[in-house]
């Protein structure tokens, strides 16, 4: 069945950068259109970054926007967050999910090939 793993969250200060990777074990990346999202305690899980199949088209949530990327390396199989300014408020567990289609969604129901999460903290 294959299974996605998070990796790269942690602790850090107001105002520094993390770097998520989501990578997958047997199952091939190549023809999922791939995403992450974040859910804050007591909040429902939110859309953060998407991006196609091949890498040329990305989607971000108005709250990250110009802050997070999401690239993707199909050879490595492996779709990574780069998350800079991080504030407070981008403290959560990250979730990367796929999904075989072209399209982008930014609702988590549309997603059945999901992580274990990983937590970020930001602190003051």
């Known amino acids: 069945q294959g299974q996605l793993l998070e990796s790269g969250g942690g602790l850090v200060q107001a105002g520094g950068s993390l770097r998520l990777s989501c990578s997958a074990s047997?199952?091939?990346?190549?023809?999922?259109?791939m995403v992450w999202f974040r859910q804050a305690p007591g909040q429902e899980r939110e859309f953060v970054a998407g991006i196609s199949r091949e890498g040329k088209n990305t989607k971000y949530a108005d709250s990250v926007k110009g802050r997070f990327t999401i690239s993707r390396d199909n050879a490595k199989n492996t779709v990574d967050l780069q998350m800079n300014s991080l504030t407070p408020e981008d403290t959560a567990v990250y979730y990367c999910a796929g999904r075989e289609t072209p399209a982008i969604f930014t609702q988590g129901q549309s997603y059945t090939f999901w992580g274990q999460g990983t937590q970020v903290t930001v602190s003051l």
């Open positions: 047997g199952r091939s990346l190549t023809q999922y259109t």
